[in-house]
T-cell receptor, first 112, second 113 residues
Framework: KQEVTQIPAALSVPEGENLVLNCSFT??????LQWFRQDPGKGLTSLLL?????REQTSGRLNASLDKSSGRSTLYIAASQPGDSATYLC???????????FGKGTLLTVNP | DAGITQSPRHKVTETGTPVTLRCHQT?????MYWYRQDPGHGLRLIHY???????DKGEVSDGYSVSRSKTEDFLLTLESATSSQTSVYFC????????????FGPGTRLTVL
């Protein structure tokens, strides 16, 4: 059974800092890995999707990397802003029918 | 934002009562999913659909049933609600045609007393 772990569970940084969120998964036979953002009381917003054949994806200040063989992904956020404060979730698709297994998330707080 | 709506957005009900949650999409996506989100457990898949009338169980399907009679609607039914089903329920959709991204609805907060 696939298990997804996100470390740290919570992170507080000053505005402007570059930061890295970590995600690890136990079964390396994945199709893709997705990073989401969730604001309090809201649904999830897709940030980046990395196919299993890719090593990284970039969107604006966000860069996600994937090392499938070691079962790890990182989400790099450059020049963090208070508006980046949210819970960041990582999820892996490991089988058919596009089913995702989620980590429990990292709660990020960016202080002005 | 992807066109996904969930109804109701909030519901309070009593133990033993049947409850139906509705997910409606305007994107014509093939795949639809129901998740529940609980503190300490994260998001867990309840049921999913890969087409009209085609559904399958997820990780935590006991006590839940689903139906999809039209592409745009996916219903989640709690046959006899229990307090352990108090949760936030999210619907998600995915195109399933080379784009694996899942798009989430705003959620339904269900409280079972």
């Amino acid at each position: 059974k696939q298990e997804v772990t996100q470390i740290p569970a919570a992170l507080s940084v000053p505005e402007g800092e570059n930061l890295v969120l970590n995600c690890s998964f136990t079964d390396s036979a994945i199709y893709n890995l997705q990073w989401f953002r969730q604001d309090p009381g809201k649904g999830l917003t897709s940030l980046l999707l990395i196919q299993s054949s890719q090593r990284e994806q970039t969107s604006g200040r966000l860069n996600a990397s994937l090392d499938k063989s070691s079962g790890r992904s990182t989400l790099y956020i450059a020049a963090s802003q208070p508006g980046d404060s949210a819970t960041y979730l990582c999820a892996v698709e490991g089988g058919s029918n596009y089913k995702l297994t989620f980590g429990k998330g990292t709660l990020l707080t960016v202080n002005p | 934002d992807a066109g996904i709506t969930q109804s109701p957005r909030h519901k309070v009900t009593e133990t033993g009562t049947p409850v139906t949650l509705r997910c409606h999409q305007t994107e014509n996506h093939r795949y639809m999913y129901w998740y529940r989100q609980d503190p300490g457990h994260g998001l867990r898949l309840i049921h999913y659909s890969y087409g009209v009338k085609d559904t399958d169980k997820g990780e935590v399907s006991d006590g839940y049933s689903v139906s999809r009679s039209k592409t745009e609607d996916f219903l989640l039914t709690l046959e006899s609600a229990t307090s352990s089903q108090t949760s936030v329920y999210f619907c998600a959709i995915s195109p399933g045609t080379g784009d694996d991204t899942q798009y989430f609805g705003p959620g339904t907060r269900l409280t079972v007393l």
